[in-house]
């Protein structure tokens, strides 16, 4: 059943070159991060007597109000940017995995209690208690993937428990019980496994999120503060130079859009492949 | 439909017991000791001690909860720290200028997004679909700060079409005016929504056409116009008003953004400028009032949806 899935994945992915082009853009700003050391400026030296330069052949992405090549700022933003969304991502589908998982598993009492609970997690402004947290927590990549993820569960754990309630009365699963298994085991071996396809399309539709939400809060300056930039907090900094140099603003919105972009379409074409009746439409 | 009104509003009690603990905790949290806020440099200790029994903050943390509760019920939400006015009528105040924009928000989305939808589903698969379909992913990825930051040095810094902060032009009072300021903080806001309910409609007109009732219709010499109109578009339009529901968080969200970015004098705004200044009083009320709005919006919804789909009504 798994494989039959991955399978159809990969196929998808050959006739769709769009999700294919996702891919590339993708894996270039994870390399382009990766290398962010070897760009050719530093990305904090401070040169008053190059501000606000437009782009040219010395400074690819010109440079901003200090004088700092944008270039290699938008190297290390990728850095910040992209980890803040992997790991935000993994803290909340850590969570949702295991709490839907459990919910649905056990269902009765303990279920309706994690359900009614999510509801009412649901009904609380998220960004606006990022905010908060983040004006009374010291700022930093840790703080803002932790606020992140611990605030964006509950949408994954419904979908976890809704696909745990089907596929624990497959026969697999209740040759599992009868062999007397532990919970846990049953759990964390035989159900988890079985929903990865649906955890993958949640987390890709989860990292673009989180990546959304970084920037909202940088860009407010609630997120990652200076001198480090994400791609957030360079749009901050860019704010204010929008009528003298607004290439400074142009480069890091395009960098989240596409990747936001990105990962959004390549969480369609996921569950597309792993949902074959979606896929006819 | 009476019963089940009730039971819902039964539900709220614990949520809103739930986010009343979230807002005390809020004060709790914060770092700092609150009563410090109103000692000046000539006070003694003993002074000190005194404003902390007047404000009960010498009490254990439960008798403060049901203080402060009490407070709340009775609409006392304390003072602002910043100019000293009571938390509620500052809200108050702000609250019309964020409805407003909501408000013009959802029209402007749903009237959109319908009609985009609409079209891309009766050209399934054709170029327009497709170039729709891009679009509608632009729409959802795209960071609503960095669209106002374009529309403003487009529309304001370039071409001095339109005025990029406030809400009123000040000595000046017509509602032209206030419409000219909104135009881009309205347009940011939907911008996601418009995606959301295009992408909604496109893949349920889809759906819907596929349905057995409306080959009936063609068997029995329908045109196509009536089909859709008379029919599909029904069908299509009532789950519309639960999309309304569950898009409310995003336009919540997207207005703390839009009206930090263009300055509108909402709640939104106001809420960040009270983070900025760690104004607890002012944090905890905004952090209540968004979850009321997000509590009675979804009820809303759910209510509507039951009034307007009578299978609905017999279902509960």
């Known amino acids: ?281 | 439909m009476k019963k089940y009104l009730l039971r819902r509003l039964l539900q709220l009690i614990p949520m809103l017991l739930f986010i009343s603990i979230v807002s005390f905790a809020l004060i709790r949290l914060a770092p700092g000791d609150p009563v410090m806020s109103f000692v000046t440099p000539n006070m003694s200790p003993d002074d000190i001690e005194r404003i902390r029994a007047s404000m009960g903050l010498d009490q254990p943390l439960y008798l403060q909860y049901a203080y402060w509760l009490q407070n709340v019920l009775t609409g006392n939400l304390g003072y602002s720290l910043i100019n000293h006015r009571p938390v509620l009528d500052l809200i108050v105040e702000r609250i019309p200028a964020t409805l407003g924009l909501m408000g013009c928000s959802l029209v402007l989305s749903l009237i959109i997004g319908i009609t985009l939808g609409l079209v891309a589903a009766l050209n399934k698969n054709k170029p327009i679909d497709r170039v729709l379909s891009f679009l509608s992913y632009i729409g959802i990825s795209l960071p609503g700060l960095w669209f106002a930051m374009i529309l403003i040095y487009v529309f304001s810094i370039q071409l001095h079409w339109l005025p990029s902060l406030g809400m009123r032009t000040i000595g000046v009072n017509s509602v032209w005016d206030v419409i000219l300021h909104g135009v881009m903080p309205c347009l940011v806001l939907s911008i996601t929504s418009i995606a959301v309910f295009m992408r909604y409609i496109r893949s349920s007109t889809i759906s819907q056409l596929e349905e057995d009732y409306v080959n009936i219709q063609y068997a029995y010499g329908s045109t196509s116009t009536v089909i859709l109109f008379r029919h599909v578009l029904r069908n299509v339009l009532l789950p519309v008003i639960t999309i309304l529901g569950l898009s409310l968080p995003e336009i919540i969200t997207g207005a703390f953004i839009v009206e930090s970015i263009f300055s509108w004098p909402g709640m939104g705004s106001l809420g960040i400028n009270a983070v900025f200044s760690l104004d607890y009083p002012m944090i905890m009320g905004i952090t209540m009032m968004s979850s009321f709005l997000l509590i009675f919006g979804n009820l809303l919804a759910d209510m509507m949806y039951g009034v307007v789909d009578p299978r609905i009504k017999s279902m509960r």
């Open chain 1, 1 to 281: 059943m798994n494989r039959m899935r991955w399978t159809l994945l990969v196929s998808q992915l050959r006739t769709q070159k769009s999700a294919l082009i996702a891919l590339i853009i993708l894996g270039i700003y994870v390399l382009a991060a990766l290398a962010a050391p070897l760009a050719p400026h530093d990305p904090n030296t401070i040169h008053l007597d190059e501000r606000l330069l437009p782009p040219s052949g010395q400074h690819w992405f010109g440079t901003d109000d200090n004088g700092r090549d944008y270039f290699a700022r938008a190297l290390y933003g990728a850095r910040v940017s992209l980890s803040v969304g992997i790991l935000a991502m993994l803290v909340s589908v850590t969570i949702g995995t295991i709490i839907g998982a459990i919910s649905g598993y056990f269902g009765g009492k303990l279920d309706t209690f994690l359900m009614r609970s999510i509801d009412i997690g649901m009904s609380l402004p998220s960004f606006f208690l990022m905010l908060i947290l983040n004006a009374y927590l010291k700022p930093g990549v840790v703080t803002i993937v932790l606020i992140i993820g611990l605030l964006s569960w509950m949408s994954i754990s419904r979908i976890v428990r809704a696909e745990t309630i089907s596929v624990k009365e497959r026969e697999y699963v209740l040759y599992a019980r009868v062999s007397g298994q532990s919970t846990f085991r049953i759990i964390f071996r035989h159900i988890i496994p079985s929903i990865v396809p649906t955890i993958v399309v949640a987390a890709t539709l989860n990292i673009a999120g989180v990546i959304m939400m970084e920037s909202s809060l940088s860009f407010l300056g609630l997120g990652i503060s200076p001198p480090d930039a994400s791609w957030g907090s360079m749009l901050n900094n860019a704010k204010g130079y929008i009528g003298e140099n607004p290439t400074l603003a142009l480069f890091p919105g395009l960098l989240i859009l596409t990747t936001v972009l990105a990962f959004n379409y390549l969480g369609d074409v996921f569950r597309a492949a792993f949902e074959p009746k979606v896929n006819r439409r």
